[in-house]
């Protein structure tokens, strides 16, 4: 009985969706094209449907894909505020106001073979088991020539990417948009937590120092700790823009010196949501105010366009603290825009 309704269903938007072609651009056509495609606002409600990333079909399976999002639920290395372990469902039930077609003119759907491949499965209680299980399963995902894009969690995520990352690419460069360095050495005597995890990548040799950004960079700090970190930092050749650097400019200029610097160089993206302004998305772990806004966090991103980007993660999205989910809303948008600007991506000229 359900299988035959199934059916139906799936005959009803099939039939829907040819008698429209012929009144579509080719652009919107995308039902005609050999790759996956998101579930369309018209042909099922928002609210509706299975809640996956963007609503694109669920794989469980990597062969074939060119890119997947997958989903970190982990929070156990956070300092203040837990909760973001919560994030990639949440930022995927926003994820569902994204139609296909970006605005840019980015067409992701008829350029990538794309899923949603579900969650790692992490272990709650053990930050290093999870380190190690993180690492394990993106060993996996770039073994299939897939490029990864991450909902998070906290930031201590990125760092078992990164270990994974570096078996096949070698030391990548870091574009890191954050209110915080996070390269500590130790928090509380521990290696692993949220604030330590780009300490541990370029201590790993995981990346190069010369093409590491950070953006938006602008918490307080002990003397002790900043200055620590910062000189470390400084003298390896890590670039630190701070976020009053940023105040009152578009980032376009930024970023194509960024673009300039990185050249073919394989890149990885990791955008910690309160780089931007608490004002934007108040829901996350460790709000700072002063940060940049969703405007230039779009810049950033599109920014991107024409690196060798190899994989990237939107982490500590907090949806406790935010009950409108406008912070898991942007995370989604920011997502989508991460997508849109892979190599291979093909964009048509939105006529305006």
């Known amino acids: 009985m359900i299988t035959h309704f199934l059916k139906q269903c799936r005959l009803k938007v099939a039939n829907r969706w040819l008698s429209l072609a012929a009144e579509r651009p080719l652009h919107t056509q995308a039902w005609r094209c050999k790759y ?51 994030g990639p469902r949440a930022i995927r039930h926003e994820s569902s106001l994204i139609e296909p077609c970006n605005i840019s003119g980015a067409v992701p ?3 990538l073979q794309v899923a949603d491949v579900g969650d790692v499965p992490i272990n709650t209680f053990n ?7 993180i690492t394990g399963y993106y060993r996996d ?21 990164l270990r994974a990352v570096k078996e096949k690419y070698g030391p990548v460069g870091l574009i890191h948009v954050d209110a915080h ?50 000189k470390w930092a400084k003298q390896k050749g890590v670039t630190i823009i701070r976020a009053e650097q940023c105040w009152y400019k578009s980032l376009a200029p930024l970023m194509a010196d960024i673009r300039k610097q990185m050249g073919n160089k394989p890149v990885y993206l990791s955008f910690d949501i309160d780089g931007l302004d608490p004002a934007f ?22 920014g991107c366009r024409g690196l060798n980007l190899i994989g990237a993660d939107l982490v500590e999205v907090n949806p ?6 406008v912070t898991a809303l942007t995370g989604a948008n920011l997502l989508f825009e991460m997508l849109c600007v892979l190599p291979r991506v093909k964009y048509v000229d939105p006529g305006y």
């Open 320 to 325: 406790l603290f935010d009950p409108a989910g």
């Open 36 to 86: 996956n495609h998101s579930l369309r606002g018209d042909d099922m409600p928002r609210a509706g449907g299975i809640a996956t990333m963007l609503r694109l079909p669920f794989a469980n399976k990597l062969q074939g894909l060119d890119a997947c999002f997958v989903g970190i639920p982990f929070d156990t290395a956070t300092s203040h505020r837990s909760g973001t372990r919560h």
């Open 127 to 133: 930050i290093q088991k999870t380190a190690d299980i």
């Open 281 to 302: 998305c108040p829901g996350t772990g460790t709000p700072e105010i002063g940060g940049l806004t969703s405007a230039q966090g779009l810049e950033i991103v599109r």
């Open 141 to 161: 995902v770039l073994s299939a020539n897939c490029v990864p894009l991450t909902l998070g969690g906290d930031h201590f995520i990125t760092y078992p990417i």
């Open 181 to 230: 360095m996070d390269l500590g050495r130790t928090m509380f005597g521990e290696t692993l937590a949220h604030g330590t995890p780009f300490y541990r990548a370029l201590e790993d040799g995981a990346v190069d120092p010369k093409c590491m950004f950070q953006i938006g960079i602008r918490a307080s700090y002990l003397v002790e700790e900043f200055d620590e970190a910062f």
């Open 109 to 111: 759907y008829e350029s």
